[in-house]
């Protein structure tokens, strides 16, 4: 148990000066050469492929405060975050321990930023199931009723904390799930996320307060299938 608990002190070090680095801005990286790909730090925002001002229970104050804020400030994170691993690789005397604190913000980033994109690319239609993911879903939860049962029972497991409800294509089984993440960081593995729904607190207290249950609502009666059902094609064939 002690060398547990070395060991997680060694590594929140490790992620508070990954912290810190990241607060310096990219200075670090000046005067080194173009980094390859992987630490390029170039990714960009991806607009709204609604408007915002036509969601049926979502406020165009909340939606453009959720894109503008949360997933915007994850992307330029994220950037940051690249550039301080190619300073990094370029010191070969850079300390192994806070390069992992790079690597986990890396990861942590990198999630926030793919389901922020899921969760709004969703978003904007009529909340009507269709499609072959509607099928699938009826098959292995018994019905689609079920399987929005489980999903909203799911996401209201996290009301109130922090995380996401998503569903997955679990490509290793060859079955849908709905899984609970705590955090940008958990997701099965071998699984392709078809639909998430954000369940942190900026997604809807603006709106809601804490009724999160009113939130879900409105999610669900604003999804996009059709977008579902692309995502559900192209992982389970």
Same mark, same amino acid.
């Given at each position: 148990?002690?060398?547990?608990?070395?060991?997680?002190?060694?590594?929140?070090?490790?992620?508070?000066?990954?912290?810190?680095?990241?607060?310096?801005?990219?200075?670090?990286?000046?005067?080194?050469?173009?980094?390859?790909?992987?630490?390029?730090?170039?990714?960009?925002?991806?607009?709204?492929?609604?408007?915002?001002?036509?969601?049926?229970?979502?406020?165009?104050?909340?939606?453009?405060?959720?894109?503008?804020?949360?997933?915007? !400030? &994850?992307?330029? %994170?994220?950037?940051?975050?690249?550039? +301080?691993? =190619?300073? *990094?690789? /370029?010191?070969?005397?850079?300390?192994?321990?806070?390069?992992?604190?790079?690597?986990?913000?890396?990861?942590?980033?990198?999630?926030?930023?793919?389901?922020?994109?899921?969760?709004?690319?969703?978003?904007?239609?009529?909340?009507?199931?269709?499609?072959?993911?509607?099928?699938?879903?009826?098959?292995?939860? !018994? &019905?689609?009723? %079920?399987?929005?049962?489980?999903?909203? +029972?799911? =996401?209201? *497991?996290? /009301?109130?904390?922090?995380?996401?409800?998503?569903?997955?294509?679990?490509?290793?089984?060859?079955?849908?799930?709905?899984?609970?993440?705590?955090?940008?960081?958990?997701?099965?593995?071998?699984?392709?996320?078809?639909?998430?729904?954000?369940?942190?607190?900026?997604?809807?207290?603006?709106?809601?307060?804490?009724?999160?249950?009113?939130?879900?609502?409105?999610?669900?009666?604003?999804?996009?299938?059709?977008?579902?059902?692309?995502?559900?094609?192209?992982?389970?064939?």
């Amino acid at each position: 148990m002690g060398d547990l608990t070395r060991r997680d002190a060694l590594v929140a070090a490790g992620v508070g000066v990954a912290a810190a680095s990241l607060a310096a801005g990219p200075a670090l990286a000046q005067g080194a050469q173009t980094p390859p790909p992987a630490f390029a730090g170039q990714h960009q925002p991806k607009p709204l492929r609604f408007d915002p001002t036509k969601l049926t229970g979502l406020s165009e104050r909340l939606l453009r405060s959720h894109w503008e804020n949360n997933y915007q !400030g &994850s992307v330029r %994170a994220l950037n940051t975050v690249e550039q +301080r691993l =190619a300073a *990094a690789m /370029a010191d070969a005397d850079f300390p192994p321990l806070i390069y992992g604190g790079l690597k986990r913000e890396e990861l942590h980033r990198t999630g926030s930023v793919v389901l922020h994109e899921l969760y709004f690319d969703a978003l904007g239609g009529d909340g009507r199931p269709g499609g072959d993911v509607a099928a699938a879903l009826a098959q292995t939860f !018994g &019905s689609r009723e %079920a399987w929005e049962a489980e999903f909203r +029972r799911t =996401a209201m *497991a996290l /009301a109130g904390g922090s995380g996401w409800c998503v569903l997955s294509y679990n490509r290793h089984t060859g079955t849908l799930r709905n899984y609970w993440a705590w955090d940008h960081m958990h997701g099965a593995v071998d699984g392709a996320p078809l639909l998430a729904l954000d369940m942190y607190e900026h997604s809807f207290h603006m709106d809601y307060g804490t009724a999160a249950a009113k939130y879900v609502d409105a999610f669900m009666a604003n999804l996009d299938w059709e977008i579902v059902d692309a995502r559900y094609r192209a992982a389970s064939g």
